[in-house]
């Protein structure tokens, strides 16, 4: 008996002898960590070495910690870092590699390449990165890259060949570490495509345990045949389905979220593994060109002006666009989009078409707002914002047990043009409105919807949970203090309340600056096929 007593209390003591030994290079100290897998917060130190979560547990004897750094944790939140599912950071990571706007908003991975749009040559994508960036991306391999590298912007069905060399472009993005296929099938040009082509890419990609993120064909009055398709393209492609900002963007459509929800829980429950994301906003953010029908984007930019040349064409054109304005998307005035940015006039800027319209003396019809639609499609465009939602679908969508908090932004130059706000805010504005404010959800499982679910629907293994042998991807925040600060009118604003956030064991944001640290990892995708290297990995 005595022997087993004595057998029972080393092992009791051994981990804490094994902590005292070590030498940490991170000790964060008397946190409530709020783990990530939806689990009650508890208080303990955590201790990182080597970049990932070595122990977890009572670290420290009063003031004296076996760590070369110490962080003070006390009555403050410490969570995984945030993984934000759905970016489009493209460009903009190469021009400012700190990310900083993430990075103060507690994200330390994300995933770009969505809505049907990425870099096709990932090589050298991410040979591009590597070493410069302070946070950890992967990527998808986008559907209207692929289709326009091998067919252009041509309304038609590809060929045969056009087909297997589409294929083979995804396979060859998969093997060089896509984490999956994205579609944008209200965009140019794969809303020209049929269900069977993004079935048979999709099936390119699921050879490779991929996922497959959808921007639907249509989130509005088609909404419920556009969830239909999602989930047919994984039934038929068996592989796992990420649906893309999950809303009801038609006015007339308000509410119907619960039945888009019961769609996604019907699906599950037959065995199809779907999941969806958000952002917790009640306006969108794209392009211009969405107010048009899509066989007038068709052959770049060229082919649009031609058409808009032509007086019966542009008379069609604005004969379509009123039409889906008003049945489709039950507005009467395009008072409800915005512009975010235009490279030919930055005047424009955080104004609506109809102040637009008026300031360029017309009516205020919305024929004349067309009008001025077209004028700016033909001098190139503009990326807008879209108020179109209703916050009750919002606050549904985030209660749904399968739903994951996502931006929908992109890496953001401090100052230049009026972007959404989400690409700032996103996880602060659920972390202060729908938490602290409003009680949506509970902290923990807010929190799950931004770390541990993501984690597990991208196959990051090693990330979205404080657990010890994950990579230490952390962030410290005050519960009480967090939110946004970036607003419609005044977008470039960091979020606050984030006092450290930490990429692979490096303090990135601290006392409210970025380090310079330039820690972050290429997430690679499950199919990737270098030596030396796993998902996650450098």
């Given at each position: 008996?005595?022997?087993?007593i004595?057998?029972?209390?080393?092992?009791?003591?051994?981990?804490?002898?094994?902590?005292?030994?070590?030498?940490y290079d991170?000790?964060?100290?008397?946190?409530?960590?709020?783990?990530?897998?939806g689990?009650?917060?508890?208080?303990?130190?955590?201790?990182?070495?080597d970049?990932?979560i070595?122990?977890?547990?009572?670290?420290?004897?009063?003031?004296?910690c076996?760590?070369?750094?110490?962080?003070?944790?006390?009555?403050?939140?410490?969570?995984?870092?945030?993984?934000?599912?759905?970016?489009?950071?493209?460009?903009?990571?190469?021009?400012?590699?700190?990310a900083?706007?993430?990075?103060?908003?507690?994200?330390?991975?994300?995933?770009?390449?969505?809505c049907?749009?990425?870099?096709?040559?990932?090589?050298?994508?991410?040979?591009?990165?590597?070493?410069?960036?302070s946070i950890?991306?992967?990527?998808?391999?986008g559907?209207n890259?692929?289709r326009?590298?091998?067919?252009?912007?041509?309304?038609?069905?590809?060929?045969?060949?056009?087909q297997?060399?589409?294929?083979?472009?995804?396979?060859?993005a998969?093997?060089q570490?896509?984490v999956?296929?994205?579609?944008?099938?209200i965009?140019?040009?794969?809303?020209?495509?049929?269900?069977p082509?993004?079935v048979?890419?999709?099936?390119?990609?699921?050879?490779y345990?991929?996922?497959y993120?959808?921007?639907m064909?249509?989130?509005?009055?088609?909404?419920?045949?556009?969830?239909n398709?999602a989930?047919t393209?994984?039934?038929?492609?068996?592989?796992?389905?990420?649906?893309?900002?999950?809303?009801?963007s038609?006015?007339?459509?308000w509410?119907q979220s619960?039945?888009?929800?019961?769609?996604?829980?019907?699906?599950?429950?037959?065995?199809?593994?779907?999941?969806?994301?958000?952002?917790?906003y009640?306006?969108?953010?794209?392009?211009?060109?969405?107010l048009?029908?899509?066989?007038?984007?068709a052959?770049?930019?060229?082919?649009?002006?031609k058409?808009?040349?032509d007086?019966?064409?542009r008379?069609?054109?604005?004969?379509?666009?009123?039409?889906?304005?008003?049945?489709?998307?039950?507005?009467?005035?395009?008072?409800?989009?915005v512009?975010?940015?235009?490279?030919?006039?930055n005047?424009?800027?955080?104004?609506?078409?109809?102040?637009i319209?008026?300031?360029?003396?017309?009516?205020?019809?919305?024929?004349d707002e067309?009008?001025?639609v077209?004028?700016?499609?033909?001098k190139?465009?503009?990326?807008?914002?879209?108020?179109?939602?209703?916050?009750r679908?919002?606050?549904?969508?985030?209660?749904f047990?399968?739903?994951m908090?996502?931006?929908?932004?992109?890496v953001?130059?401090?100052?230049?043009g009026?972007?959404?706000?989400?690409?700032?805010?996103?996880?602060a504005r659920?972390?202060?409105?729908?938490?602290r404010?409003?009680?949506v959800?509970r902290?923990?499982?807010?929190?799950?919807?931004m770390?541990?679910?993501?984690?597990?629907?991208?196959r990051?293994?090693?990330?979205?949970?404080i657990?010890?042998?994950m990579?230490?991807?952390?962030?410290?925040f005050?519960?009480?203090?967090?939110?946004?600060?970036?607003?419609?009118?005044?977008?470039?604003?960091?979020?606050?309340?984030?006092?450290?956030?930490?990429?692979?064991?490096?303090?990135?944001?601290?006392?409210?600056?970025?380090?310079?640290?330039?820690?972050?990892?290429?997430?690679?995708?499950?199919?990737?096929?270098?030596?030396?290297?796993?998902?996650?990995?450098?």
């Open positions: 008996m005595k022997k087993l004595i057998f029972a209390l080393l092992l009791f003591l051994a981990p804490v002898a094994w902590a005292q030994a070590t030498t991170v000790v964060i100290q008397n946190g409530r960590i709020v783990d990530g897998s689990n009650p917060w508890y208080v303990a130190d955590v201790g990182i070495k970049g990932r070595a122990a977890i547990g009572r670290l420290c004897n009063g003031g004296n076996p760590a070369k750094r110490t962080i003070d944790a006390k009555d403050l939140i410490v969570a995984p870092g945030f993984i934000d599912v759905h970016t489009h950071v493209e460009g903009g990571i190469a021009r400012i590699p700190t900083d706007n993430y990075l103060f908003d507690g994200v330390t991975s994300i995933i770009t390449g969505n049907g749009g990425s870099e096709t040559d990932l090589d050298k994508f991410f040979g591009g990165l590597r070493g410069k960036i950890n991306l992967g990527t998808l391999i559907h890259s692929v326009r590298e091998i067919m252009g912007s041509e309304q038609r069905d590809p060929t045969p060949d056009e297997s060399r589409m294929e083979a472009l995804v396979g060859q998969m093997r570490g896509a999956g296929f994205s579609t944008g099938l965009y140019i040009p794969g809303t020209y495509s049929k269900t082509e993004v048979a890419l999709a099936r390119a990609a699921a050879k345990n991929g996922v993120a959808s921007h064909r249509d989130e509005g009055e088609h909404v419920f045949d556009a969830i398709e989930i393209v994984g039934r038929e492609a068996a592989m796992p389905v990420e649906i893309s900002h999950f809303k009801v038609n006015k007339k459509f509410g619960a039945k888009t929800i019961e769609l996604v829980e019907k699906a599950r429950a037959e065995g199809i593994d779907v999941t969806v994301d958000q952002y917790p009640t306006a969108s953010s794209t392009n211009l060109g969405v048009l029908p899509s066989w007038a984007l052959d770049g930019q060229e082919a649009i002006k058409r808009l040349a007086p019966a064409t008379k069609k054109i604005a004969g379509e666009m009123k039409e889906t304005i008003n049945k489709r998307n039950g507005r009467k005035r395009l008072d409800y989009a512009v975010a940015s235009c490279p030919w006039d005047s424009l800027e955080g104004k609506s078409i109809a102040l319209n008026k300031e360029k003396g017309r009516k205020g019809k919305l024929e067309i009008q001025t077209l004028e700016m499609t033909e190139g465009g503009a990326q807008m914002v879209y108020h179109s939602m209703d916050e679908d919002v606050e549904r969508i985030l209660r047990p399968y739903s908090v996502a931006s929908d932004g992109g953001q130059e401090m100052g230049r009026v972007p959404h706000p989400r690409s700032y805010g996103t996880n659920v972390l202060g409105r729908y938490i404010e409003k009680n959800v902290l923990e499982e807010a929190i799950r919807k770390t541990s679910l993501p984690a597990q629907r991208f990051l293994t090693e990330r979205g949970l657990r010890p042998g990579w230490a991807d952390i962030v410290v005050d519960e009480k203090a967090v939110a946004d600060t970036a607003t419609f009118e005044k977008p470039h604003a960091y979020a606050a309340g984030f006092r450290y956030v930490l990429v692979n064991g490096e303090v990135v944001i601290e006392g409210g600056k970025h380090t310079g640290a330039h820690s972050g990892q290429i997430l690679l995708g499950p199919g990737a096929q270098r030596p030396n290297q796993s998902a996650g990995g450098k």
